[in-house]
């Protein structure tokens, strides 16, 4: 059973995030990911973010706790929801663009390499990424839970490797310079790369996306 399975422990995390949104990263991620675009939404949660996402995208919610998921549900029957383990996101979907809000922190750095791997085969071609950390150097841990904190040098060289990097921005949450948000798109390179290894048809979306 996961950290958020019981309803005990979600409930007080809602409690604790009530005020708090993405409403400046969705807004910098707008920038470059069109309206209308396929979007999936790691850790959701209680859906705060999601509801905000789907103003202007098709989203997919998606959270390893099967309580927020059906918690969701009940208000929102018709909402495309996945149960999903943030590491192995074990789907066979393709979206346009992938977006967590302070999330991927819960990862050790082997789990991250491994999450911004697998994220990169289920975006489309062309996708991008738009996740959020805690800035710093440390780990905490809270009743069993880790949150690893990271500097911009250390997102950058996580991330180079697959993606180009659009935005690498330090913003408040609750104090000032406490966050880094990452904006990144699938490294077109790469994806020539990939290609001229494989041949033109091995890395084709099954699920046509907006990103040109």
């Known amino acids: ?13 809602i409690a604790m995030a009530d005020g708090y949104d993405g409403s400046e990263l969705i807004t ?8 209308g675009a ?23 919610g998606s959270d390893n706790s ?13 909402a495309d929801l996945l149960i999903l383990d943030a590491v192995k996101l074990d789907t066979d979907r393709k979206f346009d663009c992938i977006y967590s809000n302070k999330v991927l922190h819960h990862l050790s750095q ?8 697998r994220q990169n085969q289920v975006l489309n071609k062309g996708g991008y990424l738009m996740h959020s950390f805690w800035k710093g150097d440390r780990v905490e841990e809270m009743h069993g839970l880790k949150f690893f904190y990271r500097t911009e040098a250390q997102l950058r060289l996580s991330f180079e490797r697959l993606y180009d990097l659009i935005s ?25 790369q990939r290609i001229g290894q494989a041949g033109p048809l ?11």
Do not use: C, W
């Open 1 to 13: 059973m996961g950290f958020y399975d019981e309803e005990e422990t979600a409930r007080e995390y």
């Open 28 to 35: 910098a991620m707008s920038e470059h990911v069109p309206q």
């Open 38 to 60: 396929s979007v999936l939404e790691i850790g959701m949660g209680p859906g705060t973010d999601l509801n905000i996402l789907g103003q202007q995208y098709r989203v997919t």
């Open 66 to 78: 099967r309580f927020f998921v059906d918690l969701y549900r009940q208000e929102r029957p018709d």
């Open 110 to 117: 082997d789990e991250l390499q491994s999450s911004l791997e």
């Open 168 to 192: 690498l921005v330090t913003y408040e949450e609750l104090e000032p310079d406490d966050s880094i948000y990452v904006l990144a798109q699938r490294s077109r390179k790469l994806h020539s």
């Open 202 to 212: 091995a890395f084709m979306s099954t699920q046509p996306g907006l990103i040109p």
